[in-house]
């Protein structure tokens, strides 16, 4: 335990609780959001896990009787919160079984003779894991980044020797931007997308798993397809021809020898769920029960065991957190503290037109991550009232909730700390850290072009506008 930022969070949750409040906020309010700033800021400088400070969070609220206990623990019944735990137990499957490895070398196999190449084989990778892996960090660090440390040993190209440009840059920042998108295309590819879909509820707009991957699919492939495009021509590895990588593909896929019945039955459950995401709405099947199904026929068929879940320690470090967060954001609605904010916050964007506004309030929202360490406190400390002053302004829903959304993952282009996949590919030391900024930053402008560009005729098409 961490004890001088540790008295900080302390410091700061009493400086609040002790300010009196500002005229139309009842003090239960005023003293929640003390709780709930104060865990925010420990989810930033980290004085012990999160799991740790949501459970004396999740205490404080029912001691100082701001909620009775069975609100408090209200979070744990979240449907919502569910999805994301069984989605994480569901992808120790593909990591255990070798799935997402095999998937891997298959797409450097077929795509991987050239440098460019090989970058799109890897974001097809993280694409297609990313569904069932809500876990960025476990697809960009578990699966992807080992197979580019690889490959970039195999060309001898490594940080320590000078020579990190020949092909490991390139690799090492084309994986990271990718891993951004994907996380932005489905609810299920990013631990704090569940919480988004919460808030959004919470705030009327119900965001379901389909409608979230429909609205992001376009924009997403178009970012996929010009991203590592654009890194290739401003950040160029090299080393352009890559023959070795295919060879390098077929001797790992050899090794693996032909699919386990493991892997098949991973197969089998991986598109059972993720049919049931997309079309289950019509048979009647959410998608909290969808991930649930999942879970079951791995434990069925034995790819995992139960001593497997139990031992998915991010899962259930995932559901406490969560909990705490959905449990405190839902209370400061409903005790009026999020309108008497965007009520506060409308003045400054009063004049403007409803879009404009929301312009505005977008970019403040994304490129404020520069001051956040995690995308999961970033979005527990802004989405809501961002979203409730977007709704006051008169911008429409389902399109303000969305665009948000898909701003909570992209913002993580800007930093090497504000994504968990950042300090994973940034930490070998094969790109610069100016280097990374200036990159994330044209990035992130490329992000938001395509996103809000085509993404907007896009969600125009589909009647989100």
């Excluded at 791995?298 to 959905?326: C, I, N, S, Y």
Aim: proline content about 5%.
């Amino acid at each position: 335990m961490k004890f001088i930022p540790l008295a900080i969070i302390i410091a700061i949750g009493l400086i609040i609780w002790f300010i009196t409040p500002p005229e139309g906020i009842k003090p239960d309010a005023w003293h929640l959001l003390a709780i709930f700033v104060a865990t925010i800021v420990g989810f930033i400088i980290k004085p012990m896990p999160m799991g740790s400070l949501s459970i004396i969070a999740i205490t404080m609220t029912v001691i100082t009787d701001i909620v009775p206990l069975k609100t408090a623990l209200s979070g744990f019944g979240n449907g919502t919160i569910w999805i994301i735990v069984c989605a994480i137990i569901i992808s120790r499957g593909v990591t255990k079984t070798g799935l997402g490895s095999r998937i891997a070398y298959i797409f450097v196999n077929k795509f991987g003779k050239k440098t460019l190449g090989l970058s799109y084989a890897l974001a097809f990778t993280d694409l297609i894991l990313s569904p069932a892996m809500p876990s960025n960090s476990a697809r960009a660090g578990g699966i992807v980044f080992p197979i580019i440390s690889a490959l970039a040993h195999s060309f001898h190209s490594k940080p320590e020797d000078g020579t990190e440009r020949k092909i490991g840059s390139f690799l090492i920042k084309t994986a990271f931007q990718v891993n951004v998108v994907t996380s932005a295309m489905f609810m299920t590819a990013m631990a704090a997308n569940p919480l988004i879909v919460s808030m959004a509820k919470e705030a009327g707009i119900q965001i379901s798993w389909s409608g979230w991957m429909l609205a992001a699919i376009v924009p997403g492939l178009i970012s996929l397809l010009i991203i590592p495009w654009f890194i290739y021509k401003i950040y160029p590895p090299e080393i352009k021809e890559t023959p070795n990588a295919a060879k390098f593909a077929i001797e790992k896929l050899k090794e693996m020898g032909p699919m386990s019945k493991a892997e098949k039955r991973m197969v089998f459950v991986f598109v059972t769920v993720l049919g049931l995401w997309i079309f289950g709405e019509k048979i009647g099947v959410d998608a909290t029960t969808a991930a649930l199904v999942g879970v079951s026929l791995l434990l069925l068929t034995q790819v995992l065991t139960w001593t497997d879940v139990k031992g998915e320690k991010m899962a259930w470090d995932t559901l406490v957190w969560f909990a705490a967060l959905v449990m405190m954001a839902g209370q400061l609605n409903n005790l009026g503290l999020i309108s008497w904010f965007s009520k506060e916050i409308q003045g400054l964007v009063s004049g403007m037109s409803p879009m404009v506004a929301l312009l505005v309030l977008g970019m403040a929202y994304f490129y404020s991550h520069y001051l956040f360490a995690s995308a999961t406190a970033h979005v527990s400390a802004m989405y809501a009232a961002f979203l409730a002053v977007s709704l006051t302004v008169g911008a429409p829903g389902m399109f303000t909730a969305l665009m948000l959304a898909f701003f909570s993952n992209l913002f993580g282009s800007i930093t090497h700390y504000g994504f968990g996949p950042a300090p994973i590919l940034f930490g070998p030391g094969y790109v610069s850290e100016g280097k990374w900024w200036a990159i994330g930053l044209a990035i992130s402008i490329i992000n938001i072009i395509i996103w809000l560009g085509v993404g907007s005729l896009w969600w125009k098409l589909l009647g989100l506008w």
